[in-house]
Structure formats: structure tokens, C-alpha cells
Nanobody
Framework: QVQLVESGGGLVQAGGSLRLSCAASGRTFSSYAVGWFRQAHGEERERIASISWSGDSTYYADSVKGRFTISRDNAKNIVYLQMNSLKPEDTAVYSC????????????????WGQGTQVTVSS
């Protein structure tokens, strides 16, 4: 089992940048793929990026491709989401999640979730 805690959210102007962190507990964090999801008010949750346990493979939703970058530091048990060129439509609660150990970064299913962090982009 792994526990996840997000940080780094906040208020930023359009065009700005933020870096979110997903800190994980557990000695076997390097065995877990991690995904970043977001949910805007009144909308369904969307997976926007995910990364394999090794960090060699990544996925991005079309809505963030070219602007967001997911990375991980297994020595520090952290996964990052660097968000550049932010738009007002990026405003949402951002959460990180992990499937079971050894699970797929593409297909999950994602079963361990953090509490989320709010990102607000002003125009």
C-alpha cells in the first residue's frame, strides 16, 4: 500500500507556471506507476498525465500535451507535475494516484489517491 500527499497548488495568472509534487510513503514507491488527475467544478475527473514506475514511459492528455511535464525521483519518493503556460481552463483540483504495485501507468486501475490540491488560473 502507498499513501500520497499533493502539494504546490495555488493561484497563478494565465501564462504562468506551477510545479505540483506528489509525495509518497513506503519503501516500494519505485514499484508504483503514478498518475495526475484533475477535476474542475461540475465536470468529470480527467487523467492528464501518468508515468511508469521506472519513469521511462509517460502519457499526456491532449489538453496538456506540450505544456505539462510529469517526472519522478524515486530516491525521494516524489512525482512532479510541471505546469507551464497555464490557462484559466486549467483551474481544477489536482490529485495524484497510483494503481497496485506493478500496475500499468496507462490502464491502472488507480486505487490509491491523495487528497488533492487546488490550482486556480486567473485571466
Amino acid at each position: 500500500q502507498v499513501q500520497l500527499v499533493e502539494s504546490g497548488g495555488g493561484l497563478v495568472q494565465a501564462g504562468g507556471s506551477l510545479r505540483l509534487s506528489c509525495a509518497a510513503s513506503g519503501r516500494t514507491f519505485s514499484s508504483y506507476a503514478v498518475g495526475w488527475f484533475r477535476q474542475a467544478h461540475g465536470e468529470e475527473r480527467e487523467r492528464i498525465a501518468s508515468i511508469s514506475w521506472s519513469g521511462d514511459s509517460t502519457y499526456y492528455a491532449d489538453s496538456v500535451k506540450g505544456r505539462f511535464t510529469i517526472s519522478r525521483d524515486n530516491a525521494k519518493n516524489i512525482v512532479y507535475l510541471q505546469m507551464n503556460s497555464l490557462k484559466p481552463e486549467d483551474t481544477a483540483v489536482y490529485s495524484c494516484a497510483a494503481p497496485r504495485a506493478g500496475g500499468s501507468y496507462l490502464y491502472g486501475p488507480y486505487r490509491y489517491w491523495g487528497q488533492g490540491t487546488q490550482v486556480t488560473v486567473s485571466s
